[in-house]
């Protein structure tokens, strides 16, 4: 006989339309497998009047998200309204009346998941999240079981199919990036307000929580630091292209000498890394491990269907859990307890574009200033000139070598003083 597992979702918003429908349409593979009839009973329906696109019984539909968190019958709740409140309270409800919870929500859980996770310990219950990184991949299972025997030396990340999409169409079409992103808008693939995306934030939610995994230590969002796509110009682009790399989003993390070096900024990645092959919308994990060495994980980052595939892995691996009563972790997924220590965003090699005057000298100004710095240049190239404003103006691109971001920003802040450049118009980092 079955055993019955009783769910109830918080939300029917796309991700939880592709949940359900996960569920639905593989209930009978899912039952044969495992043995386990899973069954979604309530949902938190805000809006009920409101078209969803699929075909729910009305019964099932609530307005009261109690009857769902404090309903005994209900063993998993799956929390998909977004946001880090009141989702928050919502799954530290349900853990507290000794509920497991999944989530796909990357902001609730990088702000509070050191909280949540210890509520899940108390009340021995179990907290997953696979959907909230990189959607549909099986990164953070994989990190968790089959992985687990590896000391992980580095992550980087593309996390975020927003801006992969922009700038995939950019550097393929030459678009312009305000185009690109109206028509990621228009396509889906962007948010009315994409500040999130454009901006690095949901990278940066994202990178925080494999932080926690791979290195067991605690880097808020905030800490991170983290730069968006806005100012990468087509200028950057052409570079990138002319000297073998491509500009990606990357969220990285590195640990070295007991030490958490991390960020999310746009980078130069080598043409024959695998990171660079990463297109439009997918997204892709990859993790240097002292066992397997190098790995990567690569799929779609969001939609319905594969975030519901996430979201619905998880629901049956703590279904797996309560069938044999052993339903919460001896230690958490979550890990702050490392001793490794965080050292913001490390030394790395960076790409700068300036835009300079025409004017004889400037080049050898802008090196001596480096040089009275400790940074080293590795290449230099100043493009045509062309006029703007009335003045004679041109693009100076040059790639340092490895140098702390303190001391290459004291170094910019002494070029700018000595009046040698008109403006400082990107930083990236390349990826070596």
């Given at each position: ?41 309530k949902i938190l329906n805000r809006h009920p009047e409101k078209d969803r696109g699929i075909d729910i019984p009305a019964e099932k539909y609530t307005q009261n998200v109690a009857d769902i968190l404090d309903d005994p019958e209900i063993d ?170 491509r500009i990606k989003l990357l969220a990285t993390a590195r640990e070295k000498d007991g030490k958490v070096c991390a960020n999310v900024q746009p980078a130069l990645v080598p043409i024959n890394h695998p990171l660079s092959s990463v297109s ?153």
């Amino acid at each position: 006989m079955k055993q019955i597992i009783k769910v109830g979702m918080l939300g029917i918003g796309n991700v939880g339309r592709g949940t359900y429908e996960t569920l639905e349409m593989n209930h009978q593979k899912i039952a044969e497998t495992t043995g386990l009839d899973i069954e979604i009973v309530k949902i938190l329906n805000r809006h009920p009047e409101k078209d969803r696109g699929i075909d729910i019984p009305a019964e099932k539909y609530t307005q009261n998200v109690a009857d769902i968190l404090d309903d005994p019958e209900i063993d998993i709740v799956i929390e998909l309204i977004g946001g880090i409140e009141p989702a928050t309270e919502y799954m530290a409800r349900a853990l507290s009346n000794g509920k497991s919870v999944v989530t796909a929500n990357k902001a609730a859980i990088a702000a509070n998941g050191k909280r949540l996770a210890a509520l899940a310990q108390e009340n021995h219950a179990l907290l997953r999240f696979e959907a909230a990184v990189a959607g549909g991949i099986p990164i953070l299972t994989s990190l968790t079981t089959a992985l687990l025997s590896n000391r992980f030396t580095a992550v980087h990340g593309i996390l975020n199919g927003t801006t992969n999409y922009i700038l995939t169409q950019m550097s393929e079409f030459g678009a312009d990036y305000a185009d690109v992103l109206k028509d990621a808008q228009a396509k889906g693939f962007a948010e009315a307000d994409p500040t999130a995306d454009v901006e690095g934030l949901d990278a940066a939610n994202k990178l925080s929580i494999l932080i926690s995994l791979i290195f067991g230590i605690e880097v808020s969002p905030e800490t991170l630091p983290t730069q968006g796509i806005t100012r990468v110009g087509l200028e950057d682009i052409e570079f990138a292209k002319e000297s073998g790399y491509r500009i990606k989003l990357l969220a990285t993390a590195r640990e070295k000498d007991g030490k958490v070096c991390a960020n999310v900024q746009p980078a130069l990645v080598p043409i024959n890394h695998p990171l660079s092959s990463v297109s439009n919308e997918f997204n892709a994990v990859y993790v240097t491990g002292n066992a397997v060495d190098n790995l990567m994980f690569y799929g779609r980052g969001a939609g319905p269907l594969p975030t519901g595939s996430a979201v619905v892995g998880d629901v049956i691996g703590i279904a797996r859990k309560l069938e044999k009563n052993s339903a919460y972790d001896l230690v958490p997924q979550l890990r702050y307890d490392s001793g490794l220590e965080f050292d913001g965003e490390g030394t790395n090699k960076y790409y700068l574009r300036m835009m300079v005057p025409e004017r004889t000298g400037i080049l050898g100004r802008i090196a001596t200033i480096f040089g009275e710095h400790d940074i080293s240049i590795e290449s230099i190239r100043q493009n045509a000139p062309y006029e703007l404003d009335g003045e004679r103006v041109a693009h100076l691109i040059i790639i340092v070598f490895p140098v702390s971001k303190p001391q290459l920003n004291d170094a910019l802040d002494a070029i700018r003083k000595d009046g040698v450049i008109k403006s400082v118009d990107n930083i990236m980092r390349v990826e070596e």
